[in-house]
């Protein structure tokens, strides 16, 4: 796809009627803008494997997987074609909620919230260390966008309500503008590389029984999210590990209650242990288990998680603005409430 000419006039959705002619929208594409997978998907472009390039190129074993996020094209398309468009693209399983008003992703994630937190005493000011903590670590990362900005669970508790009584603005993660490319190739060839390879002892991806896009609301318990549960158990069972061999993760924070249930399914503390396991102390650089280092999703940026598996790769190198001590291996996890993943990255050697 090219370069298209700039759209020179604007038209109001409310001003459309049944049989105008509309101009087709046309988007500029960039090097960091794949616009059709962010219209397809709404708000993340699918992972690009870029195989066969590097097999032309006569290097088999190189794996390039690159991800770009456009808050700002998801918000253009929206206000060009309307809400009305994008309710007409909805999958029909969302048929029983989605014309309720049941339709962000906020909503989807606040109804499991509310049974987990009725089930387990769990407030939304517990949620908010989560945020507290990501926020400090996002404070002393330059390329973090909340950086020089820590909160206090006070800012958190005063921030506007979103879902009511569960989430609340800094229990959100951003919407971000921004890419991130990995490079995988085999360990042999790593060792010649001039940075240090951080090696894949695991990964695993994961989908359980009566399972959809963030709504699974029809299983008999909705408090877990056994899809992480299998992706868990395979993460052990392939890397050998155990979660006291982990010594830092980075876990998929898009909103703040799923971080209490990954930690709980991944096994780093029992059911419904989550608010007395997640202290500052803790998940704070220097703690037992420090979190999402550059800040996570909530205070670098929404690069759908893949970020995460950038920052566990500078810790491996030792290059992290929040560098762990006596550092061995991470945890990464991804994609949460969806079929959905996680790896763990070693050092070589």
Same mark, same amino acid.
């Given at each position: *796809?090219?370069?298209? /000419?700039?759209?020179?006039?604007?038209?109001?959705?409310?001003?459309?009627?049944?049989?105008?002619?509309?101009?087709?929208?046309?988007?500029?594409?960039?090097?960091? *803008?794949?616009?059709?997978?962010?219209? +397809?998907?709404?708000?993340?472009?699918?992972?690009?494997?870029?195989?066969?390039?590097?097999? /032309?190129?006569?290097?088999?074993? @190189?794996?390039?997987?690159?991800?770009?996020?456009?808050?700002?094209?998801?918000?253009?398309?929206?206000?060009?074609?309307? %809400?009305?468009? *994008?309710? /007409?693209?909805?999958?029909?399983?969302?048929?029983?909620?989605?014309?309720?008003?049941?339709?962000?992703?906020?909503?989807?994630?606040?109804?499991?919230?509310?049974?987990?937190?009725?089930?387990?005493?769990?407030?939304?000011?517990?949620?908010?260390?989560?945020?507290?903590?990501?926020?400090?670590?996002?404070?002393?990362?330059? $390329?973090?966008?909340?950086?020089?900005? %820590?909160?206090?669970?006070?800012?958190?508790?005063?921030?506007?309500?979103?879902? +009511?009584?569960?989430?609340? @603005?800094?229990?959100?993660?951003?919407?971000?503008?921004?890419?991130?490319? @990995?490079?995988?190739?085999?360990?042999?060839?790593?060792?010649? @590389?001039?940075? %240090?390879?951080?090696?894949?002892?695991?990964?695993?991806?994961?989908?359980?029984?009566?399972?959809? *896009?963030?709504?699974?609301?029809?299983?008999?318990?909705?408090?877990?999210?056994?899809?992480?549960?299998?992706?868990?158990?395979?993460?052990?069972? $392939?890397?050998?590990?155990?979660?006291?061999?982990?010594?830092?993760?980075?876990?998929?924070?898009?909103?703040?209650?799923?971080?209490?249930?990954?930690?709980?399914?991944?096994?780093?503390?029992?059911?419904?242990?989550? /608010?007395?396991?997640?202290?500052?102390?803790?998940?704070?650089?220097?703690?037992?288990?420090?979190?999402?280092?550059?800040?996570?999703?909530?205070?670098?940026?929404?690069?759908?998680?893949?970020?995460?598996?950038?920052?566990?790769?500078?810790?491996?190198?030792?290059?992290?603005?929040?560098?762990?001590?006596?550092?061995?291996?991470?945890?990464?996890?991804?994609?949460?409430?969806?079929?959905?993943?996680?790896?763990?990255?070693?050092?070589?050697?």
């Amino acid at each position: *796809m090219t370069s298209a /000419k700039a759209r020179t006039t604007t038209r109001k959705w409310a001003d459309i009627e049944i049989g105008d002619e509309v101009t087709a929208l046309e988007i500029p594409i960039t090097t960091t *803008m794949i616009v059709a997978g962010a219209i +397809a998907s709404r708000d993340f472009m699918p992972v690009h494997h870029d195989r066969d390039y590097a097999n /032309k190129q006569g290097s088999p074993n @190189l794996f390039i997987n690159i991800l770009t996020t456009n808050g700002y094209c998801v918000r253009f398309l929206t206000d060009w074609a309307g %809400p009305e468009a *994008m309710v /007409k693209k909805l999958p029909a399983f969302m048929a029983h909620y989605a014309p309720f008003g049941l339709l962000t992703p906020a909503a989807w994630v606040a109804l499991h919230a509310q049974r987990y937190m009725s089930t387990h005493g769990v407030t939304n000011e517990d949620f908010g260390r989560i945020a507290v903590v990501d926020h400090t670590h996002a404070a002393s990362n330059p $390329d973090a966008w909340f950086y020089q900005r %820590p909160i206090t669970l006070q800012d958190h508790q005063n921030s506007r309500w979103i879902v +009511a009584p569960v989430l609340r @603005l800094l229990d959100c993660c951003q919407e971000s503008d921004g890419g991130v490319a @990995l490079v995988v190739t085999s360990a042999e060839r790593a060792r010649d @590389l001039r940075q %240090p390879p951080a090696v894949i002892a695991a990964a695993a991806q994961g989908a359980a029984r009566d399972g959809e *896009m963030m709504t699974s609301y029809y299983r008999e318990e909705i408090t877990g999210l056994p899809e992480m549960g299998v992706v868990a158990a395979r993460l052990w069972r $392939d890397s050998g590990l155990e979660p006291q061999d982990i010594q830092t993760v980075f876990i998929y924070d898009h909103f703040t209650p799923f971080f209490f249930t990954q930690l709980e399914e991944l096994g780093f503390c029992g059911r419904g242990e989550a /608010k007395d396991f997640a202290t500052v102390e803790r998940l704070s650089l220097g703690g037992e288990l420090p979190i999402n280092t550059n800040g996570g999703l909530l205070g670098e940026a929404y690069i759908h998680g893949m970020n995460g598996i950038t920052e566990g790769v500078r810790q491996i190198r030792g290059t992290s603005y929040n560098q762990v001590d006596n550092f061995k291996h991470v945890l990464v996890t991804s994609g949460t409430g969806v079929p959905t993943s996680g790896l763990i990255l070693a050092p070589s050697g």
